[in-house]
Nanobody, 120 residues
Framework: VQLQASGGGSVQAGGSLKISCAAV????????MGWYRQRPGKGRERVAM???????DLLDSVRGRFTLSRDNARNTVELMMDTLKPEDTAVYYC???????????????WGQGTLVTVSS
């Protein structure tokens, strides 16, 4: 199972971008799925996370600007980022806690990073 991320890119401050992530492969169940980011010179921080039952948690600094959507049938999440700020510039990583078909335990999996650059 892999997490395949898409989207991102460059935008001016105040603009919008969308990044998407799909759990691809033989997936039995997905518990949490969402996004972390790593800003230049900073540690990785959790930006937005969803649970299978629909709970969503957002980082305080993005609340009201970012929206996380999840499709349980397709094992996908989308992060719509509006009113972007230069400080949102980061590599964004998809993350999920899931079980593979035939697997005996939950696994924490990371996708490849996708770069979001916001210019002032």
């Amino acid at each position: 199972v892999q997490l395949q991320a898409s989207g991102g890119g460059s935008v001016q401050a105040g603009g919008s971008l969308k990044i998407s992530c799909a759990a691809v492969g033989s997936v039995l169940a997905v518990h949490t799925m969402g996004w972390y980011r790593q800003r230049p010179g900073k540690g990785r921080e959790r930006v937005a996370m969803s649970t299978h039952d629909g709970q969503i948690d957002l980082l305080d600094s993005v609340r009201g600007r970012f929206t996380l959507s999840r499709d349980n049938a397709r094992n996908t999440v989308e992060l719509m980022m509006d009113t972007l700020k230069p400080e949102d510039t980061a590599v964004y990583y998809c993350n999920s806690n899931l079980r593979q078909n035939g697997g005996s335990h939950w696994e924490n999996i990371w996708g490849q990073g996708t770069l979001v650059t916001v210019s002032s």
